[in-house]
């Protein structure tokens, strides 16, 4: 029997978050639907589940500038500060983490951090606010969403992962993110791909194209939602042009290379919504059936 572990954030006060086991039966593909609930977490201030990690019994939250790693286990918490002056004024809130090998990936609306992740069996005593192992800022971008594919670990370097995250009016962008050496955290950042929103002239390069859309505020249309595929290897998008109601789910295959490359996506879908409820909010897909499924702004959900 193998199992899914997953969390769920329950709306009531206070917060309380219900650890999951969903068993599947090999071969069949479709859950047993004999749910068991492993851990309850309950919190005063309300919290969004980010990232769990079920061989350390670890799961992360958010809460302004903090993420809290819980183990469900033993309940114990200790949280991390993601507070940073490096960017003056402007905000800089968390969109998205993922526990990748012995550090917390942090991708935030201007930069993306990587934390070290704090000392098993956790402590509550050894809470801290610690400087960020490395980080990588984006002044000029504004991510409101992001998607990280799983850690993949490799000998040189011991891991590496790409993140796809939406600017609503700006576009795509796509990067790739590596730890070349854990002894000496530096987190290696490079730009995979890009889909322009806005109108532009023609970019000598991806990374010119890049930097031209940082530096648009309007654009063609938006961006609702995006998800990257666990390999990192295929993804898709929501977008919407403007003076249309329609909204398309754009999907596109990333480059195989290690270069820089124009994301090339193409519409499979489109949908009128003529009512903000009915809005295209989140979106997810099987990187390896090709299923999709879309939640709108009312709770409805959708399989393609």
């Known amino acids: 029997m193998l199992y899914q572990i997953c969390s769920q954030l329950r709306a009531s006060s206070p917060s309380t978050t219900c650890i999951t086991r969903i068993p599947f039966t090999p071969g069949v593909g479709y859950p047993d639907y004999d749910y068991q ?15 769990i990690n079920p061989s350390l019994h670890l799961v992360a939250f958010s809460r302004s500038c903090y993420i809290d790693v819980v ?8 949280s991390i500060s993601t507070q940073s002056d490096d960017l003056d004024e402007l905000w800089n809130g968390i969109v998205g983490v993922r526990f990748c090998g012995r550090h917390v990936l942090c991708i935030k609306t201007r930069s993306v951090e990587l934390y070290a992740l704090p000392p098993l069996p956790l402590s509550s005593s050894a809470s801290t606010a610690p400087r960020p192992a490395t980080s990588r800022t984006f002044p000029n971008t504004t991510f409101r969403g992001v998607s990280i594919s799983h850690p993949h670990p490799s000998p040189s370097p011991s ?13 795509l962008f796509h990067y790739r993110v590596a730890l070349p050496d854990p002894s000496a955290p530096r987190l290696a950042v490079s730009l995979a791909g890009v889909h322009a929103m806005t109108s532009l002239v023609r970019s000598p390069s991806v990374s010119a194209l890049a ?7 309007t654009g063609r249309g938006f961006v609702s939602a995006c998800c990257l595929g666990p390999e ?18 754009m999907v596109f295959s ?5 270069g820089e490359a124009e994301i090339d996506g193409r519409a499979v879908y489109e949908i009128g919504s003529y009512d903000l409820r009915d809005d295209l909010t989140h979106c997810a897909f099987s990187e390896v059936t090709g299923r999709i499924v ?4 009312s709770g409805h959900i959708q399989v393609l």
């Open 37 to 51: 609930e492993v851990a309850t977490l309950q919190s005063s201030s309300a919290q969004i589940t980010r990232a």
């Open 71 to 78: 183990d469900w286990h033993t309940q114990e918490c200790v």
């Open 159 to 171: 891991w590496t992962a790409s993140f796809l995250a939406y600017d609503v009016l700006r576009g």
């Open 211 to 217: 930097a031209e859309i940082a530096g648009r505020n």
């Open 232 to 249: 990192g290897k295929r993804g898709m998008w929501i977008e919407r042009t403007r003076g249309s109601t329609k909204r398309s789910v």
């Open 254 to 258: 990333a480059t195989a290379d290690e």
């Open 294 to 297: 879309l939640g709108t702004r």
